[in-house]
């Protein structure tokens, strides 16, 4: 888990993944043939395919897992010194409040987001739900201070370590999508013989439009290609039976829809198969909200048979999110064995 907890703890939000791509590339160095950084910043390690007589060309199979978590960037530091911040991602506000962040301008400093007290709120203000707009980061200190390390444009993230609250669970923030990059990491350590081309791209810009997914896969052009990424487990109270989309527990959720993709249904068969196949508990998911870098990747060029592997991830974009250790592991198990039969897929 100490690569799992590196990952999540180190801060990169989207168009800010300098960091966290440092820590990624090293690790894809030492499992893959050749690692690369294009114009965009995504990570792509290339680890070629062993010979296989009568077939001189290999296919080129893309796993994507995007680096990029959830932030903020400075908007503007008031006289008083509390500073503004504009959403790099989508948010909940009312999960924001009273959460402890990390400024990361000259230095990193610490802060908390504050909102005006309740005790000193009008009934009428009461009743209103919180607007990121009316909040604010306070790091304790007067502007001039504040002035000499923080400007606008700096990027902000949520503090919170990455914790296992017993030898199933584990809580983090940026599960979302860090948990992918790790499964994905796993899995190519696992390999054993492979007779595709493998592509693996820790993909940069994803929470803000998939914008890194889409160029790698028009510099990779794949053959096939999923994308590794979380998707709501809601097996909480107050959710209906037939809105639980993932439950925490249950397996890797292989994806059928989401809103952005329609998933290859050749590729969710022939994944289906390896998991029954080998015994790899799995579940099937529909999401009608959200997408992943399956959708750019399933429209680059001409086209490309995708589909999406995900994580039941419970509290999905705030910072306790949770995931289960068995839905980690049949992931990897499942990325590993399509990777070693990939060639046998006609997709």
């Given at each position: 888990m100490?690569?799992?907890?590196?990952?999540?703890?180190?801060?990169?939000?989207?168009?800010?993944?300098?960091?966290?791509?440092?820590?990624?590339?090293?690790?894809l160095?030492?499992?893959?043939?050749?690692?690369?950084?294009?114009k965009?910043?995504?990570?792509?390690g290339?680890?070629?395919a062993?010979k296989?007589s009568g077939k001189?060309?290999?296919k080129?199979?893309m796993?994507?897992?995007?680096?990029?978590e959830?932030?903020f960037?400075v908007?503007?530091?008031?006289?008083?010194?509390?500073?503004?911040?504009?959403?790099?991602g989508?948010f909940?506000?009312?999960?924001?409040i009273?959460?402890?962040?990390?400024?990361?301008?000259?230095k990193d400093?610490?802060?908390?987001?504050?909102?005006?007290?309740?005790?000193?709120?009008?009934?009428?203000e009461?009743k209103?739900?919180?607007?990121i707009k009316?909040?604010?980061i306070?790091?304790?200190?007067?502007?001039?201070?504040?002035s000499?390390?923080?400007?606008?444009?700096?990027f902000v993230?949520?503090?919170?370590?990455?914790?296992?609250?017993?030898?199933?669970?584990?809580?983090?923030?940026?599960?979302?999508?860090r948990?992918g990059v790790?499964?994905m990491?796993?899995?190519?350590?696992?390999?054993?013989?492979?007779?595709?081309?493998?592509y693996?791209?820790a993909?940069?810009?994803?929470?803000?439009?998939?914008?890194?997914a889409?160029?790698?896969?028009?510099?990779v052009?794949?053959d096939?290609?999923?994308?590794?990424?979380?998707?709501?487990a809601?097996d909480?109270?107050g959710?209906k039976?037939?809105?639980?989309?993932?439950?925490?527990?249950e397996?890797?959720a292989?994806?059928?829809?989401?809103s952005?993709?329609?998933?290859?249904?050749?590729?969710?068969?022939?994944?289906?198969?390896?998991?029954?196949e080998?015994?790899?508990?799995?579940?099937?998911?529909i999401l009608?909200?959200?997408g992943?870098?399956?959708g750019?990747?399933?429209?680059s060029?001409?086209?490309?048979?995708a589909?999406?592997l995900?994580?039941p991830?419970r509290?999905?974009h705030?910072?306790?999110?949770m995931?289960?250790?068995?839905?980690?592991?049949?992931?990897?198990?499942?990325?590993?064995?399509f990777?070693e039969?990939?060639?046998?897929?006609e997709?």
């Amino acid at each position: 888990m100490n690569l799992f907890k590196k990952l999540c703890e180190t801060p990169g939000i989207a168009s800010y993944e300098e960091r966290i791509q440092k820590v990624i590339k090293e690790e894809l160095e030492k499992i893959t043939d050749k690692v690369k950084i294009d114009k965009l910043g995504n990570v792509i390690g290339i680890k070629k395919a062993k010979k296989l007589s009568g077939k001189p060309t290999p296919k080129k199979v893309m796993i994507a897992a995007h680096m990029d978590e959830i932030g903020f960037m400075v908007s503007f530091i008031d006289k008083e010194g509390f500073i503004r911040f504009a959403p790099v991602g989508g948010f909940d506000p009312k999960t924001l409040i009273a959460q402890r962040v990390v400024v990361h301008g000259m230095k990193d400093i610490g802060g908390v987001i504050g909102t005006k007290p309740i005790h000193i709120l009008s009934e009428e203000e009461r009743k209103k739900l919180p607007k990121i707009k009316d909040l604010f980061i306070d790091v304790g200190m007067k502007k001039d201070e504040v002035s000499k390390v923080v400007k606008p444009g700096d990027f902000v993230t949520l503090d919170r370590n990455f914790m296992e609250l017993n030898n199933k669970i584990i809580t983090a923030k940026a599960l979302d999508d860090r948990a992918g990059v790790y499964v994905m990491i796993e899995a190519l350590k696992r390999i054993k013989n492979c007779y595709v081309d493998i592509y693996a791209v820790a993909t940069v810009q994803e929470e803000v439009g998939c914008r890194g997914a889409t160029v790698s896969s028009f510099s990779v052009e794949p053959d096939v290609g999923i994308a590794i990424d979380v998707t709501i487990a809601s097996d909480i109270p107050g959710t209906k039976e037939e809105e639980k989309a993932t439950i925490l527990g249950e397996g890797t959720a292989i994806s059928l829809m989401d809103s952005h993709t329609i998933s290859n249904r050749k590729l969710v068969d022939f994944l289906r198969k390896i998991a029954e196949e080998n015994k790899i508990k799995y579940q099937t998911d529909i999401l009608l909200g959200g997408g992943t870098d399956a959708g750019a990747i399933q429209r680059s060029k001409s086209g490309v048979p995708a589909c999406t592997l995900s994580i039941p991830t419970r509290y999905i974009h705030s910072v306790v999110e949770m995931c289960h250790k068995e839905d980690i592991e049949n992931s990897i198990k499942l990325i590993c064995k399509f990777l070693e039969n990939a060639h046998k897929g006609e997709f």
